[in-house]
């Protein structure tokens, strides 16, 4: 909960994720469901099935060939925390419209500002400044479990400006008013019915993908077989390539002999070279793929050439920019390796998990490292990097996203280390988590020893606690909370410390809030004078 004096840099958002994934240009074109996609009457369009039936590929193609702007979020899990979410959604839509003001981004940086409070409605008043049309599409919005950012989606829903229309793509319905949309007109649904691809449609995929035209019989008991599933019939097909009778191949296949998507992608694998093999599979265990990383975690040499055949070869590998410097596995494909990697060599997995944490963390992506530790089992590491780094996070509104991580690391280094205990404290009331602070702060203060190192930018351990206590821990017991904040003052006496500039704003706060505003006032402006100079977090400032 301070930087020592170290000025924190901006943590990268990135930028794959606010664009659409590539589309091969000779993917099936499906107008049947680009005219649904086109009903720019319904201010929300939702695009439901399971994984792996085209949904993504669908509304990249869509969105490749929109006549207004598309502005494009791909969720991950890590985006389950609502200042992050909205700080994705506003520079997606910026991307777009440069001329849109940037006053949404400017209050989401702000830490503990809840964005349904302040964020979203400034969002909503500048799309409806700017005018024009718009739409905006959540990907893989199955993945947002957090109730405040469904209540702020359908806040923005209710009170949607002018020409903004939203798409939403999820493996279930999204927990919006759905029902009400709908019962008013105001809903377009495509669903895994509608995604199945149709006999004219999968020959058009099985010709581009396996090369080879079937005829109408086999056709249709292979669309049959796979109930029209997308990326099942890009399967079938890859292994159709690689057979010397293809029809015999293709009669060979049932799904009912193990798990289809296992017993696919294990063919894929078999039928292709030995160097490609082994890429693929040691491979898998990365979220995202790019040369230069593949390189170092995978310690060769050659990815990008070798990422640039897959993918030109029709693997199961979906480029995420124009230029082809980051990819990713279809996510079932990808899985199925993964599988067959823990079988295989599970330890070796775990090794290149961590070599990307060192790439990640070399190029400034302390996020991505702390997630490919905890990915590898190294709990240690990650624990140190996350004490480390903490105003990293909420210099960056990613108070949510820090707990996120540190909630993943074992009961007993958390216990361990009292400096990690109070930046968890500090992220959980930053991200309105307020019910867990007095926990985390007792956690803290169990461990904390006459001996032991305060936390980054602070004299003393307890002066950190007793000022999370004051801001966040005793919100009924203001008698206690003004003694906590005096006894963080009374411990931080250094000028030169962040936590110097922190206690006294949080004293100040809590004055002002008993209305002694007369003693209030007093005390910021001291900590104000010193913010400056010991370049202490922004939130302070």
């Not at 017991?477 to 006294?504: F, H, K, M, Q, W």
Request: glycine content about 8%; charged content about 25%.
């Amino acid at each position: 909960m301070g930087s020592a004096g170290q000025s924190t840099p901006d943590r990268p958002l990135l930028a794959t994720k606010v664009r659409p994934p590539w589309t091969r240009t000779s993917a099936v074109d499906r107008p049947r469901l680009r005219a649904r996609l086109d009903d720019a009457a319904a201010p929300l369009t939702i695009v439901v099935a399971p994984a792996g039936w085209g949904k993504t590929t669908l509304l990249a193609q869509w969105a490749d060939n929109a006549t207004g702007p598309v502005a494009w979020l791909t969720l991950d899990a890590a985006d389950n925390d609502p200042a992050r979410f909205w700080i994705y959604v506003a520079t997606a839509l910026a991307d777009e419209d440069p001329h849109l003001p940037a006053s949404a981004l400017t209050a989401l940086r702000v830490p503990g500002l809840d964005p349904l409070d302040v964020a979203v409605p400034t969002l909503i008043n500048d799309l409806t400044a700017a005018g024009g049309r718009r739409v905006l599409v959540l990907d893989d919005y199955h993945l947002i479990s957090d109730r405040r950012i469904h209540e702020a989606v359908e806040f923005l829903l209710t009170y949607l400006p002018p020409g903004l229309r939203i798409v939403v793509a999820a493996r279930f319905d999204p927990p919006l008013p759905i029902a009400r949309l709908r019962a008013r007109g105001q809903l377009v649904e495509i669903r895994q019915a509608d995604l199945a691809f149709t006999p004219p449609e999968a020959a058009g995929l099985v010709a581009d993908v396996a090369d080879d035209a079937l005829d109408a019989t086999h056709l249709g008991g292979l669309v049959d077989r796979t109930e029209g599933w997308a990326a099942g019939l890009h399967l079938v097909a890859l292994t159709m390539r690689a057979a010397p009778d293809s029809v015999r191949r293709l009669e060979a296949l049932r799904g009912d002999d193990r798990n289809v998507l296992d017993y696919l992608g294990q063919e894929v694998l078999a039928a292709l070279p030995d160097d490609q093999q082994g890429f693929v599979l040691r491979s898998s265990v990365l979220d995202r793929l790019s040369g230069p990383l593949c390189d170092a975690a995978l310690e060769r040499d050659g990815s990008r050439d070798l990422l640039a055949a897959l993918e030109q070869a029709g693997l199961v590998l979906v480029a995420l920019d124009e230029r082809r410097e980051w990819y990713r596995y279809h996510r079932l494909f990808r899985d199925a390796m993964r599988r067959e990697l823990v079988r295989a060599d599970a330890d070796d997995g775990r090794a290149i998990l961590g070599r990307a944490a060192d790439w990640w963390q070399d190029h400034g992506d302390v996020e991505a490292a702390i997630r490919h530790l905890l990915a590898a089992g190294r709990q240690r590491r990650a624990a140190a990097l996350l004490a480390a780094s903490d105003d990293t996070f909420l210099d960056n509104a990613a108070a949510g996203t820090y707990l996120q991580l540190a909630d993943q690391l074992d009961a007993a280094l958390v216990r361990a280390d009292p400096g990690l205990a109070i930046a968890m404290a500090a992220a959980a009331g930053f991200s309105g988590h307020v019910d867990r602070v007095t926990g985390l702060l007792d956690v803290a203060e169990a461990g904390v020893t006459a001996d032991g190192r305060p936390p980054h930018g602070w004299w003393s351990a307890g002066a950190a606690i007793a000022t999370l206590r004051a801001t966040f821990g005793r919100p009924a017991d203001l008698a206690n909370t003004v003694d906590d904040a005096r006894l963080a003052v009374g411990l931080e006496a250094d000028p030169d410390l962040d936590g110097y500039v922190i206690s006294r704003l949080a004293l100040g706060v809590v004055l002002a809030g008993l209305d002694r505003h007369d003693e209030a006032v007093v005390v910021p402006r001291r900590a104000w004078r010193r913010a400056a100079a010991v370049d202490s977090p922004g939130f302070t400032r």
